[in-house]
């Protein structure tokens, strides 16, 4: 089956670490993109990429890197320069950059990072 | 800069009765709007979309109503089912900013038995 794949679902960082999250897509999918969710505030874009090799910042970049070396994968490293990286983040994936048209995003299940 | 906007945080109706969750923008270059549905600890999965060309798309259960002149859409469900229960999310996006897509803050329906 076609889908999203994030993980690990859950995970712990202590204060000054980096830490990576993971997202695979085999839907053939050319862009993908980041996002965080907050309480109250919606789902706020990190990142995003519609084409291997190419990234752009989204509105909230600050504290994230990624990178675009595979078309099937756009790992999300959250660095100790995030000030507040307790969220839930989201990955998502369209069929390319001009196609939101239709069914726009599938989005992968999530992965709750909390700082402990 | 908050482009796109769900003043309601929360919703709450009665099973059988029609849901009405809003929707507004400000952003005159959107030209395709989409509404998500999410579960706690899930992914948001795609609902109804419309283009700016429309003012209406309809399936099943689900409508979806864009005023552009007052820049505001609706999305209606009829009739509302306790498994509708979830945070709907009103998105969209403009043409030159390929597929980015913009998000509202959402908004929590609860349909009560």
């Known amino acids: 089956d076609g889908g999203i794949t994030q993980s690990p679902k859950y995970l712990f960082r202590k204060e000054g670490q980096n830490v990576t999250l993971s997202c695979e897509q085999n839907l053939n999918h050319d862009a993908m993109y980041w996002y965080r969710q907050d309480p109250g505030q919606g789902l706020r874009l990190i990142y995003y990429s519609q084409i291997v090799n190419d990234f752009q910042k989204g509105d909230i970049a600050e504290g994230y890197s990624v990178s675009r070396e595979k078309k099937e994968s756009f790992p999300l490293t959250v660095t100790s320069a995030q000030k507040n990286p307790t969220a839930f983040y989201l990955c998502?994936?369209?069929?390319?950059?001009?196609?939101?048209?239709?069914?726009?995003?599938?989005f992968g299940s999530g992965t709750r990072l909390t700082v402990v | 800069d908050q482009q796109v906007k769900q003043n309601s945080p929360s919703l709450s109706v009665q099973e059988g009765r029609i849901s009405i969750l809003n929707c507004d923008y400000t952003n005159s270059m959107f030209d395709y709007f989409l509404w998500y549905k999410k579960y706690p600890a899930e992914g948001p999965t795609f609902l109804i979309s419309i283009s700016s060309i429309k003012d209406k798309n309809e399936d099943g259960r689900f409508t979806v109503f864009l005023n552009k002149s007052a820049k505001h859409l609706s999305l209606h469900i009829v009739p509302s089912q306790p498994g509708d229960s979830a945070v709907y999310f009103c998105?969209?996006?403009?043409?030159?900013?390929?597929?980015?897509?913009?998000f509202g803050e959402g908004t929590q329906l609860t349909v009560n038995p």
């Open positions: 998105a969209a996006s403009e043409e030159t900013s390929g597929s980015r897509l913009t």
């Open positions: 998502a994936s369209s069929i390319g950059a001009y196609s939101t048209g239709g069914y726009g995003y599938t």
